[in-house]
Structure formats: C-alpha cells, structure tokens
C-alpha cells in the first residue's frame, strides 16, 4: 500500500471506477474516462491519485491527488537491483505491482516516480510523481 502524506483534505478527487475496481492505497489511473489500478509501465498513462478506500466497478471512488505530494512506497526487492543509492535521488522509477501491492521498482528508471530519499533497511522509499503524468482535472 502506498501512503500519501501532506494530504489537503479539501482537494480530494471523485472519479467513476472502471473495470475490476480499485483497492484502498492502489496507485490508479484513467482508463476510458474511468478509474483503474496502475500496472507497469505507468509512465504512459495519467495518474488519478492513490484510492482512499476499496471501490468496486461503477462506484464513485475518492482519490487523493498527488500533485506536490511525497508519498513512501515500498521497494521492489525482486529484481536485479534491490537498494538505491545516493545516486539514484532525483531520478524517475516506474512501479511493479504484485496482488494489489505497488513499488517502486528500482531496476526500471523509465517511470513517473521521482525518488526522494530511501530507507534500505526498511525496503521503503519516499517519491513524488512527475507533474507531467498527473490528472490535472
């Protein structure tokens, strides 16, 4: 699950979820004008935000919006790279996805998320998303 912080409240977003629902802390995105989790590869399409709660299809989901906003991820520990490093900050990631579950994914630097900082004991990491792949509305 991701966690967003510095949240306003009073900016959430209301969007119509689409096909197989959403789960609380799921990365979503816009699917034919409607809400649906994220998968790989999410650099080609736009974020909606992180889904507030679990929403079934035809719902009208809350979402918080990400625009400025850092939020902790947890890394994907499978791949060929596993840590970052002080190198890596400033540098955009992509995410995987297992069962519902986001990460970032250090092996792929062709993704919206902006790394901030990292805890590689924990296996977290602190993103922003990159305001070009955000939902504006």
Not at 37 to 43: K, L, M, S
Not at 79 to 96: E, L, N
Not at 98 to 113: A, W
Not at 115 to 135: E, F, G, K, Q
């Amino acid at each position: 699950m991701i966690k967003v912080n510095i949240v306003n409240p009073t900016r959430l977003i209301e969007f119509v979820v689409g096909s197989g629902g959403v789960t609380h802390g799921a990365l979503c995105v816009v699917d034919s004008n409607t809400a649906i989790e994220g998968a790989a590869d999410i650099a080609t399409q736009i974020i909606i935000g992180v889904a507030a709660d679990d929403y079934d299809e035809g719902d009208i989901g809350i979402f918080y919006p990400l625009t400025g906003v850092e939020m902790e991820i947890d890394v994907d520990t499978t791949g060929t790279k596993t840590t970052f490093a002080a190198a890596d900050v400033g540098q955009d990631f992509d995410i995987s996805v297992s069962s519902h579950d986001f990460f970032i994914d250090p092996d792929d630097t062709t993704g919206p998320l902006i790394l901030s900082s990292y805890d590689n004991t924990r296996n977290t990491a602190m993103a922003r998303v990159n305001p070009l792949y955000l939902y504006a509305g």
